[in-house]
């Protein structure tokens, strides 16, 4: 069973930066999914995308959240990490990391780190 840890969720002020980060269980790499990506869940709100990745490096991102958060891959450190900025209360919520088989197609999460963007 694949297990996706995440790290780096906390609470933030408005206009503040947090990088959260997601690693794959030993002894599965980053590698082995075709897809890596977050996604965030307000209370009473569906789990939307935030951001993905592929195996080659092409992200994808919802046109709201352009210009303010980067996903990345590191191979070094077998780690996919979001890179958020210019944080609005609105990005509150709980972020999962998911991943999807690159041969099976299964699809992954993780439990969620909370981000909480407040004065």
């Known amino acids: 069973q694949v297990q996706l840890v995440e790290s780096g969720g906390g609470l933030v002020q408005p206009g503040g930066s947090l990088r959260l980060s997601c690693a794959p269980s030993?002894?599965?790499?980053?590698?082995?999914?075709?897809?890596m990506g977050w996604y965030r869940q307000a209370p009473g709100n569906q789990r939307d995308l935030v951001a993905e990745?592929?195996?080659?490096?092409?992200?994808n991102y919802p046109s709201s959240l352009m210009g303010r958060f980067t996903i990345s891959r590191d191979v070094t450190w077998n780690t996919v990490s979001l890179q958020m900025s210019s944080l609005k209360p609105e990005d509150t919520g709980v972020y999962y990391c998911?991943?999807?088989?690159?041969?099976?197609?299964?699809?992954?999460w993780g439990q969620g780190t909370q981000v909480t963007v407040s004065s």
């Open positions: 990745i592929t195996l080659n490096g092409d992200t």
């Open positions: 998911n991943a999807v088989d690159r041969w099976g197609g299964q699809r992954y």
């Open positions: 030993a002894p599965r790499g980053i590698g082995s999914f075709e897809t």
